[in-house]
C-alpha cells in the first residue's frame, strides 16, 4: 500500500512562509487526485488543495493566492507553497492522495 510523509513545517511568524512536502513510496500521477487538509484543536478537518493528475488545481477560499500546490513527478513528491500565513493558518497539516491512507502531518504555528 502506498504511503505518505508530510515534512516541513514548523513554527513561522505573521507574514512568514513555508513549504510542506508530501513524499509518496509509490507514483504521484498512479493517484487521480491529491489534497492537503489542515485540522486546527477543536475544528473539523478543512480541505484546503488539490492537484488532479492533470495538473489542474482548487483551492479552500481562506487561501487563495496565498497557497500554491504543485508536485515534482520524479521525486514523487507534492508540494504546498504558503505564503502571508496568517495565525489562522496554524494546525496539522495532511497530505491525502485518493484512495491512499492517511499521512501523520506535520504541524503548522503561525505566532509571534
Known amino acids: 500500500q502506498v504511503q505518505v510523509v508530510e515534512s516541513g513545517g514548523g513554527l513561522v511568524q505573521p507574514g512568514g512562509s513555508l513549504r510542506l512536502s508530501c513524499a509518496s513510496s509509490?507514483?504521484?500521477?498512479?493517484?487521480?487526485?491529491i489534497d492537503w487538509y489542515r485540522q486546527a484543536p477543536g475544528k473539523q478537518r478543512e480541505l484546503v488543495a488539490s492537484m488532479r493528475r492533470s495538473g489542474s488545481t482548487d483551492y479552500a477560499d481562506s487561501v487563495k493566492a496565498r497557497f500554491t500546490i504543485s508536485r515534482d513527478n520524479a521525486k514523487n513528491t507534492v508540494y504546498l507553497q504558503m505564503n502571508t500565513l496568517k495565525p489562522e493558518d496554524s494546525a496539522v497539516y495532511y497530505c491525502?492522495?485518493?484512495?491512499?491512507?492517511w499521512g501523520q502531518g506535520t504541524q503548522v504555528t503561525v505566532s509571534s
Open positions: 509509490g507514483s504521484i500521477l498512479s493517484f487521480g487526485r
Open positions: 491525502k492522495p485518493l484512495g491512499a491512507s
